[in-house]
């Protein structure tokens, strides 16, 4: 069965510094990747996605996610991290049968320090 | 501007009642979900229609119902509300074909006491 792991529940990173958040996605075929990010009271942000092509996929407000097959990952990161960034991102992959169906990952809430 | 809209942001019930939650979308899609979002487990999904008076279960279907009588409109019915659907209720609708983006509604925080 399709899943979709996010190791890490929490995250605190300082202002300015890097970031990156894991995901590990379980699938038979060639997955159709997404992260999302759900600022506190806001609806969910698509912020990029992968579906074929080249693996380093960039996004808005300065994210980009690499897709490695062989390690059947989909990691977010951003160089330099704003306070504006603190949300809860979610990793999802497409299921298969073309519905638009999504298997989200557990989410990971990044806290920033000033 | 595309749009999905939920009829309620914030909602308090009472366990047993019958509880209907609205969704609204004006892209002409076929495809409506609904998720339950919950601390730890993220999205999972309840119901999801491709079609008017189509539906399937999704991963956690037990205590729903949906209904898909026009094509703009989705609900959700708890037939009888209990303390362990408090939740946060997103609904979606993705364009035909799913490598494009899915829009989501701004989601209905029920509480049931």
């Known amino acids: 069965a399709q899943s979709v792991t996010q190791p890490d529940i929490h995250i605190t990173v300082s202002e300015g510094a890097s970031l990156e958040l894991r995901c590990n996605y379980s699938y038979g075929a060639t997955p159709y990747l997404f992260w999302y990010v759900q600022s506190p009271g806001q609806g969910l942000q698509l912020l990029l996605k992968y579906f074929s092509g080249d693996t380093l996929v960039q996004g808005i407000k300065g994210f980009e996610a690499e897709f490695k097959r062989s390690q059947s990952s989909f990691n977010l990161r951003k160089p330099s991290v704003h306070w504006s960034d603190a949300a809860e991102y979610f990793c999802?992959?497409?299921?298969?049968?073309?519905?638009?169906?999504?298997?989200f990952g557990q989410g990971t809430t990044l806290q920033v320090k000033p | 501007d595309v749009k999905v809209t939920q009829s309620s942001r914030y909602l308090v019930k009472r366990t047993g009642e019958k509880v209907f939650l609205e969704c609204v979308q004006d892209m002409d899609h076929e495809n409506m979900f609904w998720y339950r979002q919950d601390p730890g487990l993220g999205l999972r999904l309840i119901y999801f229609?491709?079609?008017?008076?189509?539906?399937e279960k999704g991963d956690i279907p037990e205590g729903y119902s949906v209904s898909r009588e026009k094509k703009e409109r989705f609900s959700l019915i708890l037939e009888s509300a209990s303390t362990n659907q408090t939740s946060m209720y997103l609904c979606?609708?993705?364009?035909?074909?799913?490598?494009?983006?899915?829009?989501f509604g701004p989601g209905t925080r029920l509480t049931v006491l």
């Open positions: 229609s491709y079609d008017v008076k189509m539906k």
């Open positions: 999802a992959v497409g299921a298969p049968g073309n519905t638009g169906k999504l298997i």
């Open positions: 979606a609708s993705p364009p035909p074909g799913s490598t494009d983006t899915q829009y």
